[in-house]
């Protein structure tokens, strides 16, 4: 009873703006998310993702790092002018003279995290920042590590692939799952939230460059016994630009695989 009218009380106050909050709710409102967006060439899809994570985080302390590697089509550019908008603390432009692939993005895009929380996601839409609330909430409601989108549990899905895209993923997808058994359902995903502490202690033991990152992260992570837990997104598929997807990456991914197998 006492407790109840206690919690009544906090509420009103909170109405009347006296500033009186539980020890979690203060944790919450201390925590700070450094969202890590690595791009090249994605002019024009920057200024929606950017708009849409300030639709979607209202009331969320969050700075946005963008990690441009040179990109010829202008996307810096883009870039400057949304930091003239939103400021330069919110938007943080952190270039790279040229193209140097992914993993090393997301190391360079962590030195300048000024957050206790770290979110990696792609800045062509496929990681819709309608999701980020969800993410939040996860990780606030279960203490977790890490918390990473899924496309392969109910809820989740993938939209504007082809069929060979479709295979492509899903089967690098099972292979990784029957080879490593991580306790992860979508191991080559890439929108993930960290503790930051977590994220430094995870990527400084990875080795992988190129596509094969996002899997070797989790791996590692889970090996390392960090809490990690899921919410389903649906993967929609870019609508402007290309993707840095090709035979390539997947000879690469297969390579990584192989070596995470015989490393972990
Ligand atoms: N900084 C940087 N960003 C990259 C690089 N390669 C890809 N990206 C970005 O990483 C994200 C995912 O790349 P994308 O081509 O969409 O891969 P896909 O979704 O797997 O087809 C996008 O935001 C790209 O602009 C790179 O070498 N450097
Ligand atoms: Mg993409």
Redesign the pocket.
């Known amino acids: 009873m006492r407790n109840e009218s206690a919690k009544q009380k906090n509420t009103e106050n909170k109405d009347l703006g006296q500033g009186i909050y539980t020890e979690e709710e203060k944790m919450e409102q201390k925590n700070k998310y450094s969202i890590i967006?690595?791009?090249?060439?994605?002019r024009l899809n920057i200024a929606l993702i950017v708009y849409l994570i300030f639709k979607h985080l209202r009331d969320v302390d969050f700075e946005i790092i963008v990690?441009?590697?040179g990109s010829p089509d202008g996307t810096q550019e883009v870039v400057k002018q949304l930091q003239k908008l939103y400021g330069e603390d919110r938007i943080l432009l952190r270039p790279?003279p040229k193209?140097?692939?992914?993993g090393t993005?997301y190391i360079h895009g962590l030195k300048h995290a000024s957050g206790n929380f770290v979110v990696i996601m792609?800045?062509?839409l496929?990681h819709h920042p309608k999701y980020l609330p969800c993410f939040i909430k996860k990780q606030s409601e279960t203490g977790a590590s890490i918390v990473t989108g899924t496309r392969y549990v109910k809820g989740g899905g993938v939209h504007g692939w082809n069929l060979m895209r479709k295979l492509t993923s899903r089967g690098a997808n099972v292979l990784a799952q029957t080879l490593l058994w991580p306790g992860v359902s979508d191991l080559t995903g890439s929108f993930r939230l960290y503790k930051k502490s977590v994220l430094e202690d995870v990527i400084s033991s990875c080795v992988s460059k190129g596509?094969v990152f996002q899997m070797e992260m989790i791996v590692r992570a889970s090996r390392k016994g960090y809490h990690i837990e899921e919410v389903p997104i649906t993967f929609v598929d870019?609508v402007f630009g290309s993707?840095?997807?090709g035979g390539s990456e997947i000879i690469e991914y297969l390579k990584g695989l192989s070596y995470l197998l015989v490393t972990t």
């Open positions: 967006v690595p791009t090249y060439n994605e990690v441009d590697d790279r193209k140097l692939g992914l993005a792609d800045a062509d496929s596509y870019r993707s840095k997807l």
